[in-house]
Structures are given as C-alpha cells and as structure tokens.
C-alpha cells in the first residue's frame, strides 16, 4: 500500500464520522452548545472542512471550495470570507449556525472530493516538498496531510461526542 492510499482511506473516514456526526439532527442540536463557551457540531464540522479546504488547497495550489465554489454566500457567515475558525472566541464560535446537515455535509462533500483527487495524484516524492517554512523544522507535504487528518478526526469526534450528549449520554 502507498502512502496517498493510506491517506485516501483516512481522508474517507473522516467523511463516514461527519456524515454519522450531523445525520438527521435538527438545527437547534446542530448549534447547541453543551456549554456557554463550548463549540457546537456545526462549529465543529464547519471549521474542520474549512482547514481541510484551506490547508489542502494551499498545497495543491488550488482555489480553496468555500469561495470557488460560493460556500462562503451559501453559509451566509458574519466572518471574514477567508476566515477557518483558527483562535475563535467564544463570540466567533457562535456566529456559525446552520439551518441544516445537508448545508454542512454538502460543503464537506465538495472538499472531500477535490482532497481526493488530489490525493490520488501524488507519487512517493511528493511527500516529501516543503510546503510551509514558517516553522522548524519546515513542513513537508506528507506532514500536512496527515496534520490534517488528524485534526479533522479530533474535531469529528468532539463532535460524535455533543452528539452523545444531546442523545441523553450524559457528560
């Protein structure tokens, strides 16, 4: 197995746990937040695909989907229109609110598949190009992606997690 299969297969199951994480909830438990400062599964969803986006298409040299794509008019967001819910305040997090799922997952759909095709192009070298010198040591692409992965299967669980608790699991 190479490492873009390895990384096409993580890369679906984070879309398996964001469409099991917001399937049939309504909006008001799509933006409930279990605490007053705490993130909501549309916070949660809505800023993971939005690194995802952000992050994957930089190193592509892509358009990111959110504006290519009118996203960002869709979600109609009081936020700057380049905005990724890095350092949110509690104020910010409660800007995202959606009136439904298929808003989320259909946004996360459409970054999923550009992630994809760009994942099944690359070769063993590839991982290897540094994309990101602002730190030390710098980033390579293969560190990237699986940054990314990562942290969308963190966010993705948070988000299983709220559900959890609207379901009656307790805290």
Do not use: C
Request: net charge negative; proline share 4%.
């Amino acid at each position: 197995m190479h490492a873009k299969d390895i990384l096409i297969d993580g890369y679906g199951r984070i879309q398996e746990e964001v469409h099991a994480a917001v399937a049939g909830l309504a909006p008001d438990d799509l933006n409930h937040r279990p605490a007053p400062d705490a993130n909501s599964i549309a916070w949660l969803v809505w800023h993971l695909t939005r690194v995802q986006d952000d992050h994957v298409a930089e190193a592509a040299g892509f358009d990111q989907v959110w504006l290519a794509q009118g996203w960002e008019k869709r979600f109609g967001l009081d936020l700057p229109a380049t905005d990724t819910g890095y350092s949110h305040s509690s104020a910010e997090v409660g800007k995202v609110r959606v009136d439904s799922g298929d808003l989320l997952t259909g946004y996360f759909d459409a970054v999923h598949e550009q992630s994809l095709g760009y994942l099944a192009t690359l070769q063993a070298p590839d991982f290897e190009r540094i994309v990101d010198e602002r730190f030390t040591p710098a980033v390579s692409l293969g560190v990237r992606l699986v940054s990314v992965l990562a942290d969308d299967l963190e966010h993705v669980g948070q988000a299983a997690y709220i559900r959890g608790l609207l379901a009656g699991g307790g805290a």
